[in-house]
């Protein structure tokens, strides 16, 4: 079945860049036809929807964080990966990748992966 | 960015209660809407999607109506798992917005 797992550091300092990985079982990120996703969500609070890839590398996303996000994808690894630079206390949440699914929901998503931003 | 309001923001309810919650975008989203179920720790899981439409999986307990800006995910009979936090999500234009979740309780 699928699975998406996130990963990387669970401690960035201020003003450095945020880098977490996803990775895909079950499925091909270059033979489907899906968008991948990260969301984050600060603790206690709602769902920020970052941005989406899809295999080609084309991306969208939000436009409140869109001058310090970038979206990757390496589809021999069957991984897609997110930075987040010039961080700061604000952009501590749990961080979970996630498929598109049918009509722009999302059907499969990673456990999340904390993130504290502090030094 | 299109706003997207639950209410309740939280609800007490029992074991067997039917429970409504809605969700109301600030323009027109068509069916362009999904229901998620958040329990503590725990990743969100799709209920529904496109407004109506039940995911694979989950209870048929489970139902999502409405259209345009109105929407509302109801749950027939209350089971003890069903005691978690649930948002809406629209899909029609970015940025993909949440509601801000509304808490299912025990009364």
């Known amino acids: 079945q699928v699975q998406l797992q996130e990963s990387g550091p669970g401690l960035v300092k201020p003003s450095q860049t945020l880098s977490l990985t996803c990775t895909v079982s079950g499925v091909s990120i270059s033979s489907g036809t899906y968008y991948w996703t990260w969301i984050r969500q600060p603790a206690g609070e709602g769902l920020e929807w970052i941005g989406r890839?899809?295999?080609?590398?084309?991306?969208n996303y939000n436009p409140s964080l869109k001058s310090r996000v970038t979206i990757s994808v390496d589809t021999s690894k069957n991984q897609f990966s997110l930075k987040l630079t010039s961080v700061t206390a604000a952009d501590t949440a749990v961080y979970y990748c996630a498929r598109d699914g049918i009509g722009g929901s999302y059907d499969y998503w990673g456990q999340g992966t904390l993130v504290t931003v502090s030094s | 960015d299109i706003q997207m309001t639950q209410s309740p923001s939280s609800v007490s309810a029992s074991v067997g209660d039917r429970v409504t919650i809605t969700c109301r975008a600030s323009q027109d989203i068509s069916s362009w809407l999904a229901w998620y179920q958040q329990k503590p720790g725990k990743a969100p899981k799709l209920l529904i999607y496109a407004a109506s439409s039940l995911q694979s999986g989950a209870p048929s307990r489970f139902s999502g109506s409405g259209s345009g800006t109105d929407f509302t995910l109801t749950v027939s009979s209350l089971q003890p798992e069903d005691f978690a936090t649930y948002y809406c999500?629209?899909?029609?234009?970015?940025?993909?917005?949440f509601g801000g979740g509304t808490k299912v309780e025990i009364k």
């Open positions: 890839i899809f295999k080609s590398g084309t991306t």
């Open positions: 999500q629209q899909a029609y234009i970015f940025p993909l917005t």
